[in-house]
């Protein structure tokens, strides 16, 4: 069965980076791609961006470019975010989002999420 | 980008009640988008997906509908485990944009 299984949270001091990983399984990892929701204290969700886990190639919404990569290891079908120069502001619950294509369609859905890796940014 | 507006942001409704949630997007999305389901401290669940196809596994008490900028989401006989926070998320183009979710509580 496919599932996605993040790292644990952190507790992180400004100015200080963090590396959230999630490791896939049950499926053909390159097959989809990954997307990356962040979820602030009390908040909705906001989509951060997604990674092409064939090429490797993120592509970064407006307000998560700089401070935040993406990246992958293939070897071990794993996504990571890191946040770098990390701010009291992205204290967040982030999570890695599968993203299924019904082929020939143009519909794709986010099927399968990791249970979210909650980065704290306190001093 | 286009904006997702959801309708309620919060309502209350007792066990058995038909319940339905709006999202209005800003601008024709076909019928690229999906419903997601959140329980405080889980993952989201999608429910949804392409305005009224249900995911595999989902109860037929939750239906969809709509195309191009206005969408439902229906419950048509609310379940005790069905109080959580539903989103809408357009994947007609990027940025991938959701709606600031409406939160279903217990009358």
């Known amino acids: 069965q496919v599932q996605l299984v993040q790292s644990g949270s952190e507790l992180k001091k400004p100015g200080a980076s963090v590396k959230v990983s999630c490791k896939a399984s049950?499926?053909?990892?390159?097959?989809?791609?990954m997307n990356w929701v962040r979820q602030a204290p009390g908040q909705g969700l906001e989509w951060m961006g997604w990674?092409?886990?064939?090429?490797?190639?993120?592509t970064y919404a407006q307000g998560f470019t700089g401070r935040f990569v993406f990246s992958l290891d293939t070897s071990v079908s794993t996504a990571y975010l890191e946040i770098s120069s990390l701010e009291a502001e992205d204290t967040a619950v982030y999570y890695c989002?599968?993203?299924?294509?019904?082929?020939?369609?143009?519909?794709?859905?986010?099927?399968?999420w990791g249970q979210g890796t909650l980065v704290t940014v306190s001093s | 980008a286009i904006q997702m507006t959801q309708s309620p942001s919060s309502l209350s409704a007792s066990v058995g009640d038909r319940v339905t949630i709006t999202c209005r997007a800003s601008?024709?999305?076909?019928?690229?988008l999906g419903w997601y389901q959140q329980k405080p401290g889980k993952a989201p669940k999608l429910l949804i997906y392409?305005?009224?196809t249900l995911q595999s596994g989902v109860p037929s008490r939750f239906s969809g509908r709509g195309s191009g900028t206005d969408f439902t989401l229906t419950i048509s006989s609310l379940q005790p485990e069905d109080f959580a926070t539903y989103y809408c998320?357009?994947?007609?183009?990027?940025?991938?944009?959701f709606g600031q979710g409406t939160k279903v509580e217990i009358k």
């Open positions: 989002a599968r993203e299924d294509n019904l082929s020939g369609t143009s519909v794709d859905l986010f099927d399968y």
């Open positions: 049950g499926y053909s990892f390159g097959h989809n791609a």
């Open positions: 990674i092409n886990t064939n090429s490797g190639n993120p």
């Open positions: 601008q024709g999305i076909r019928n690229d």
């Open positions: 392409a305005a009224s």
């Open positions: 998320l357009q994947d007609f183009n990027y940025p991938r944009t």
